[in-house]
């Protein structure tokens, strides 16, 4: 068993003392770890700034969670669930009902580059449902009452130097949307795929992603909704024998935001990132879960989430389980959350889940930190010159800049960094 | 020749038993090119002299006045304070994620110039001055003062000190947790710095070891607050041999 519980000590210790007493650090806090062992009671810290520990029953193993393409295996959520805690019911309860389509979102797919190909997919058409396993009440609901999936596929040994662009369009606020894509890359394909999500809707879509053998793919998804959207969704990837899979999660937009990003594995030599980035106003409830599902020898993965939140009930969270099975000898795992606080008002959960059920592993690891904008950050940096305002922009834009670059798509880089910068200028930094 | 001159400062900081005043009236002046060496048991208020000439919010001067130049220091913001000339070697220099020591050295040069510094001489320099403090190149990449040992961050806030070129530095307890060979090379940065720019320091310490690689002209005793005694290198030699106990024992009468 490894956990970098040390390092993850040395990173939060952030010691400031001036003068002649010890002025700690407000809000920097740090997650317990979740052994395969350990079921019983576990006490999580919650990264809200100085407010209450909230101890909480863990929902016993990650392999134990119920995955099923039946609406009748999981029941209507109360709040009490391990996996709806956190969540904001209420306004969810418009996507989490059994209930058909009222207003699609409109799917428009480009890059028509030769091995690029778009059909579609009935309910049980496979490859649709061969990947995808809903794991909660909204994933399948919205997976039973989308009769047409679409299927983008990239053709094997194919290699794309343009990324395939999927916007997605919610056409009419308050109206349900389900939805359903299938990105299928071929053997030794390599592929980018943006999907971007702008309008409004209460919208439940799932992803897919299925990665064969060799394929190098990178899935960005890209939240802009307007502030009244809902947007519910899993997705959910498999990767192959030696295959890549990057996934990138950028949130700003949607009055409530929950995705599942979940990755497991077909066979060996896998590699798995998912990254993600969220920006939380006055209100937004912005949540992500991930999953990374160790089920096979000798895959890697790597997960790390970055959060900014400023104004009154901002509110985010991140649960991120790693789930290490008996099976996964040889297994190099890292996880790990960061927020950053800007303004009071604003709250950030974060738990990563560690379970480890073999010893025969290179590596498991996770952390997790909440932390203030620091006004010793700012001390430091103006005391080497640097005015007020720059000082803050520096520590900000330098903390979320991490998770931009690791999207790779110029394009769209140059244009979170926008959304970021006019983010940044609400609460004056 | 510049003067920093501090006069009958008073210095004060809230806590939850109200306002406690830490420094009581502290009269000190500082040339160019001079060393000044302040020592003190914990708690006299060495560390609160640093701060506040560096402006930290958390003290609040109730009287007298710091001047640079007859520029009046405690009118300055903690930035301005930095680009007229005053850089604090902080104690405990904190960690900034996010931040890459190379943007962070640039932007801070740049401040403190006016300008941007000329690309290929800063690199240079910068990888030059590096070297001399015995700093991995691999620092440059990583994050300001992030997972560095705390040995790696004082040399570090010596690194700044030879590349920002300040008038007068204030080099608070940066001697303490060095082991010797970190200990002679960050008091060499100062030597160097002292030497090449003319530097006046102000340096803070507890213990009389740096004194052995950085000669003061000056020697200050600091006790509760004040400066109790002040000499040459001498009075250093002789607290090494007495330790504190004839400041403290009067102090405690």
């Known amino acids: 068993m490894t956990n970098s519980a040390s390092a ?34 576990t006490e999580h810290s919650h990264g809200g700034l100085g407010e209450s520990t909230v101890k909480a029953k863990s929902g016993g193993s990650r392999a134990d969670r119920t995955t099923s393409l039946n609406v009748a295996d999981f029941a209507v959520p109360t709040g009490r669930e391990e996996e709806w805690r956190f969540s904001p019911l209420k306004k969810l309860g418009r996507v989490l009902s059994d209930a058909a389509t009222q207003t699609p979102v409109t799917l428009k797919v480009r890059n028509t580059a030769t091995g690029v190909t778009h ?99 990178t899935v960005v998804s890209l939240q802009r909704w307007d502030d009244d959207a809902v947007h519910v969704g899993q997705q959910d990837a498999e990767v192959g024998r030696d295959a890549k899979y990057k996934h990138v999660s950028i949130t700003l937009g949607g009055e409530v935001v929950r995705l599942n990003s979940n990755v497991r594995y077909s066979a060996e030599g896998g590699e798995a990132a998912m990254y993600g980035l969220y920006f939380a106003d006055a209100g937004q409830h912005l949540e992500h879960r991930s999953f990374v599902d160790h089920n096979s020898p000798r895959n890697s993965s790597n997960v790390l989430y970055k959060g900014a939140l400023q104004g009154q009930d901002a509110r985010t969270v991140w649960v991120g389980d790693v789930l290490i099975r008996k099976a996964a000898e040889g297994t190099d795992s890292y996880e790990k959350n960061q927020n950053l606080i800007l303004t009071d008002g604003a709250r950030a959960d974060s738990i990563p889940n560690l379970e480890i059920e073999t010893g025969l592993i290179e590596g498991a690891g996770h952390a997790s930190s909440t932390g203030r904008f620091d006004e010793n950050h700012l001390f430091y940096l103006m005391a ?33 960094q926008q959304d970021l910068e006019n983010e940044l200028k609400i609460a004056g930094f | 020749m510049s003067t920093l001159a501090i006069k009958d400062l008073h210095v004060s900081i809230e806590t939850e ?83 890459t020591m190379t943007n962070f050295l640039r932007t801070a040069k740049t401040a403190i110039d006016g300008e941007a510094p000329k690309l290929r001489t800063w690199a240079k320099d ?22 560095f040992s705390g040995g790696e961050k004082k040399r570090v806030e010596i690194l700044q000190m030879e ?23 960050v008091s060499d940065g100062v030597n160097r710095a002292h030497s090449e720019n003319d530097m006046g320091t102000l340096l803070i310490t507890h213990y009389t070891r740096i004194l052995n690689y950085i000669t003061p002209q000056f020697v200050h005793v600091f006790v509760d607050g004040r400066v109790a005694e002040q000499g040459g290198p001498e009075l250093a030699d002789e607290l090494e041999a007495n330790g504190y106990d004839r400041f403290l024992a009067p102090a405690q009468a």
């Open chain 1, 8 to 41: 993850d000590q040395a990173e939060q210790v952030a010691g400031v003392e001036v003068g002649e007493a010890r002025i700690t650090i407000p809000g920097m806090s740090e997650e317990g770890e979740n052994l395969a062992t350990a079921h019983e009671e």
């Open chain 1, 384 to 416: 080497r010159g640097i005015p007020e305002k720059e000082a803050r922009q520096l520590v900000v834009r330098g903390f979320l800049n991490e998770i931009v670059q690791a999207i790779g798509v110029e394009s769209i880089e140059d244009t979170v």
């Open chain 2, 163 to 185: 590349l920002f070129k300040p008038k007068f530095a204030v080099l608070d307890e940066t001697d303490s947790g060095l082991d010797i060979d970190a200990l002679r090379v």
């Open chain 1, 119 to 217: 059909g579609e997919l009935a309910l049980a058409q496979a490859p649709r449902g061969t990947v995808f396993l809903a794991a909660d009440r909204a994933a399948v609901v919205g997976y039973t009452q989308t009769q047409t999936a679409d299927h983008i596929k990239v053709a094997a040994n194919t290699e794309l130097s343009e990324p395939v662009f999927l916007d997605i369009t919610g056409e009419a606020a308050g109206h349900r949307a389900n939805g359903h894509i299938v990105l299928e890359a071929g053997n030794h394909s390599k592929a980018v795929f943006v999907m971007e999500h702008r309008g409004s809707a209460d919208a439940n879509l799932n992803v897919e992603v299925i990665v064969r053998d060799g394929a190098d793919v």
């Open chain 2, 17 to 99: 038993q109200g306002s406690k005043e830490i420094l009581k009236g502290v009269t000190l002046t500082i040339k160019s090119g001079e060393i000044h060496a302040i020592m003190g048991p914990n708690g006299s208020g060495k560390s609160t002299l640093a701060s506040t000439i560096a402006g930290h919010p958390r003290y609040k001067v109730t009287s007298g006045t710091i001047t640079l130049d007859d520029e009046d220091v405690l009118e300055m913001s903690v930035d301005e304070r930095a680009r007229a000339g005053l850089f604090l070697a902080m104690q405990y220099p904190v960690e900034v994620p996010g931040v």
């Open chain 2, 126 to 147: 910068v990888r030059g001055a590096m070297e001399k403090l015995k700093i991995d190149a691999d620092f440059a990449n990583r994050n300001v003062n992030e997972g």
